[in-house]
């Protein structure tokens, strides 16, 4: 079936250092990609975006790959911080998800200081 | 702009009452999404419309569960009647075609 997954559930990390976040989809006619993050008690927040015609898009901090060859994506945070820590979410969209958005599973991202 | 609004925030509920969380999108949005998110499962898709037309509603676990959107800044999921396996946290989200995804705070939703 169309699933958008992650590789790992937990990512701990020490404050400064560069996080890596990954995510595997299946479904290869998905066209537009986002990350979220989702803090306790609170809704899924948008992060970044990246549409299937680039491979590489950059924010305030982050960085999103896109690698269509093996159905990959990743969120690449610099200079962690505690306030990142939270969930992300990749979620997937196109194809026979239409407009919607189809979420992964989340991984736990914690950051000591 | 206030976002994407739900309410109530939280609703304790009986077995076998009915349950209606409302959902207000952000003014101008033409799609509006129902999500349900429990540790199990994960965040799902239950239903989505497009210019208010429900587009996809194989989400939808079971005939207890109906939503509708009357006019373009009004939504609501109904659970008649609830079970204690409804429990969950459900959000709403609201886009422009396939862009300015925004979710609400959700609605925690408790039946015992």
């Known amino acids: 079936g169309e699933s958008v997954g992650l590789h790992l559930p937990t990512l701990s990390v020490q404050e400064g250092d560069n996080s890596i976040i990954n995510c595997a989809y299946s479904?290869?006619?998905?066209?537009?990609f986002i990350w979220y993050k989702q803090e306790s008690g609170k809704g899924p927040q948008f992060i970044i975006d990246i549409r299937s015609n680039m491979d590489k898009r950059q924010g305030q901090r982050v960085t999103v790959l896109l690698n269509k060859t093996v159905k990959h994506l990743s969120l690449q945070i610099a200079a962690t911080q505690p306030g990142d820590s939270a969930v992300y979410f990749c979620a997937e969209s196109g194809g026979q998800a239409g407009t919607a958005l189809i979420f992964g599973k989340g991984t736990t991202l914690s950051v000591s200081s | 702009d206030a976002g994407v609004i739900q309410s109530p925030r939280h609703e304790v509920t009986e077995m076998g009452q009915e349950v209606t969380l409302r959902c207000k999108p952000i003014?101008?949005?033409?799609?509006l999404f129902w999500y349900r998110q429990t540790m199990m499962r994960g965040l799902e898709l239950l239903i989505y419309f497009n210019n208010n037309v429900p587009i996809d509603d194989s989400g939808m676990p079971e005939d207890r569960f109906s939503a509708k959107m009357p006019n373009a800044s009004f939504s609501t999921l109904k659970i008649q009647p609830s079970e204690p396996r409804d429990s969950a946290v459900y959000f709403c989200?609201?886009?422009?075609?396939?862009?300015?995804?925004?979710f609400g705070s959700g609605t925690r939703l408790t039946v015992v």
């Open positions: 003014s101008g949005h033409n799609s």
């Open positions: 479904n290869s006619a998905s066209d537009y």
């Open positions: 989200a609201s886009s422009l075609d396939r862009s300015g995804y925004t």
